[in-house]
C-alpha cells in the first residue's frame, strides 16, 4: 500500500470510528436563550429537530455537560457538537440530470438548475437534489442531508458543494462557519447602481410572515453582512457581483430589496415587476416574464479538505438570465 493510500485508508477509518467534534463559544447577542434555538443558529446546515435529538441523546453538550433543549444559554458558554451521521430511510434515490462541474473522492460541486428543490419536504417529497445524489453515490444516505452543506433556494442557480465522507462534511461546515468559504453571486437588479458598498443589517424571521426573513433594525435578528459592487450597469437595471460574509436564510435577497435594489423576478422580496417607461414591448414582455428571481451563484472558493489547496470553480449565469442581460445591455 502507497503512502497515499494508507492516508486515504486512515482517513476512511477515521470516518467510520470517529466523529470529529465543533466547540462554539456563544456569542453575547445570543444571551438567555435557548440552548435549541442558539444550537440551530451556529449549525444551520443541520435541522432543527436533528440537533435536538442530537442534545437529548448527550452528542451536544453545554460547558462539557449534557443539557436540556429548553436550558438558558449564557455569553461565553461553550456547545460541543458531535455531528452523528443519519441514514436517509425515506429519501428514494432517482434518476436526475445533475451538471457537475468537479468530482473526487471525498466531494463533488454541481451547478444547479432554476426550478431544483435541494431538499425533499412538503410538497416536494421527491425530484430533489437529495434524491438525485442518492442515485449517483448510493453512500450519501450515510451522511447528515446526503452530504449537502449549504443550500440554494429553489430558484436560485449556481454552484453548490457536497460532501462524500463524514470527514469532508465535517470540514467544509466547520469552514462555513469560520466564515472561510468564499461565495460570489450575480444579481440582476431592478436600479442602475452608481456605486458597490456593503450592507450591514441584521436579519430574522418577518413578524407577521414566518415564511418571509425581513432585516431588524430596532434589534433581534442575526448579524448578516453582503459585500456587492457593480459588475455591469444596464438600462434601468445593474448587475451585481455578490459576497457573502455571513449566510443567513434568503440574506442576499433580503439585503437587496432592503436597499431598494429588489433582484428582477423576485416575487417574495421584490414585489410586482417594476418596468421602466423608457423600453420596448418585447422587453417589457421580457422582464414581466421573468418568473424567478434572477439570482446565480457564480463563483466557490474552499480549502480542499484532503488536499489543504485552496480550490475555485465559476460557472457562467444560465441562458434564460444571460438573454435578459443581453435584452438590457
Not at 86 to 93: C, G, I
Not at 165 to 188: D, G, I, M, P, S
Not at 254 to 272: A, C, E, N, T
Request: glycine letters at 6%.
Amino acid at each position: 500500500m502507497t503512502k497515499e493510500q494508507q492516508k486515504s485508508s486512515d482517513i476512511d477509518n477515521l470516518s467510520e470510528q470517529h466523529q470529529q467534534s465543533f466547540e462554539y463559544s456563544v456569542p453575547l447577542e445570543y444571551l438567555g436563550e435557548r440552548l435549541d434555538r442558539v444550537v440551530a443558529e451556529l449549525c444551520p446546515d443541520f435541522s432543527r429537530s436533528q440537533l435536538q435529538k442530537w442534545i437529548k441523546s448527550g452528542d451536544i453538550l453545554l460547558n462539557g455537560q449534557a443539557s436540556n433543549v429548553r436550558n438558558k444559554v449564557s455569553a461565553n458558554d461553550v456547545i460541543k457538537v458531535t455531528p452523528i451521521p443519519e441514514t436517509k430511510v425515506n429519501d428514494l434515490p432517482e434518476s436526475i440530470a445533475l451538471d457537475i462541474v468537479y468530482e473526487d473522492d471525498h466531494l463533488l460541486v454541481l451547478n444547479k438548475p432554476a426550478g431544483l428543490v435541494v431538499h425533499p419536504g412538503a410538497g416536494n417529497q421527491n425530484g430533489t437534489l437529495v434524491n438525485g445524489l442518492l442515485a449517483h453515490n448510493k453512500e450519501q444516505k450515510n451522511l447528515p442531508r446526503a452530504g449537502i452543506v449549504h443550500r440554494l433556494d429553489k430558484d436560485t442557480t449556481g454552484l453548490m458543494m457536497v460532501a462524500k465522507t463524514l470527514e469532508t462534511h465535517n470540514a467544509l461546515v466547520n469552514q462555513l462557519q469560520e466564515r472561510e468559504v468564499k461565495r460570489e453571486y450575480l444579481a440582476l437588479v431592478a436600479k442602475d447602481v452608481i456605486a458597490g458598498d456593503t450592507i450591514d443589517a441584521n436579519i430574522g424571521r418577518h413578524p407577521r410572515d414566518r415564511k418571509k426573513m425581513t432585516v431588524h433594525t430596532t434589534g433581534g435578528g442575526k448579524t448578516a453582512i453582503t459585500h456587492y459592487r457593480v459588475e455591469k450597469r444596464l438600462l434601468s437595471h445593474s448587475l451585481l457581483r455578490v459576497n457573502l460574509e455571513t449566510g443567513r436564510t434568503h440574506q442576499i435577497r433580503v439585503h437587496l430589496s432592503w436597499k431598494h435594489m429588489p433582484i428582477v423576478g423576485d416575487r417574495v422580496y421584490g414585489g410586482r415587476t417594476k418596468v421602466p417607461a423608457n423600453i420596448d414591448e418585447t422587453l417589457r414582455k421580457q422582464l414581466q416574464g421573468f418568473n424567478r428571481q434572477a439570482l446565480h451563484a457564480t463563483r466557490l472558493t474552499i480549502t480542499h479538505p484532503y488536499t489543504n489547496e485552496l480550490i475555485s470553480w465559476e460557472v457562467g449565469v444560465p441562458k434564460d438570465m444571460q438573454n435578459l442581460i443581453n435584452s438590457l445591455s
